[in-house]
Nanobody, 124 residues
């Protein structure tokens, strides 16, 4: 089992920044990849970024490339999502997820465990 707890969401003005954190516990030594997704009301959950836990390789959706940065701190079992130049359309609930085996990393169905989500609201 892996437990994931997100934090760092909140209200920010357009153009501002936020850093989300995802603290992992449980069988984290076996986690292969960690991902961030978001879901706005009435929309499907959207992949944002992923990082390979052991070697740190990163992957991004085109929609956030250059604005968002994913990173991890293995010693703290924590994954971060640095979000810059935020726009009102970034408003959503943000989720982190863990996949425990090698494979695809782009889709919601690829992941085994999910956090409860943290709300990000960007005002214009």
């Amino acid at each position: 089992q892996v437990q994931l707890v997100e934090s760092g969401g909140g209200l920010v003005q357009a153009g501002g920044s936020l850093r989300l954190s995802c603290a992992a516990s449980g069988r984290t030594f076996s986690s292969y990849i960690m991902g961030w997704f978001r879901q706005a009301p009435g929309k499907e959950r959207e992949f944002l970024a992923a990082v390979r836990w052991n070697i740190g390789s990163t992957y991004y959706a085109d929609s956030v490339k250059g604005r968002f940065t994913i990173s991890r701190d293995n010693a703290k079992n924590t994954v971060y999502l640095q979000m810059n130049s935020l726009k009102p359309e970034d408003t959503a609930t943000y989720y982190c997820a863990a996949r425990l085996t090698y494979g695809s990393r782009w889709y919601e169905s690829d992941y085994d465990y999910w956090g409860q989500g943290t709300q990000v609201t960007v005002s214009s």
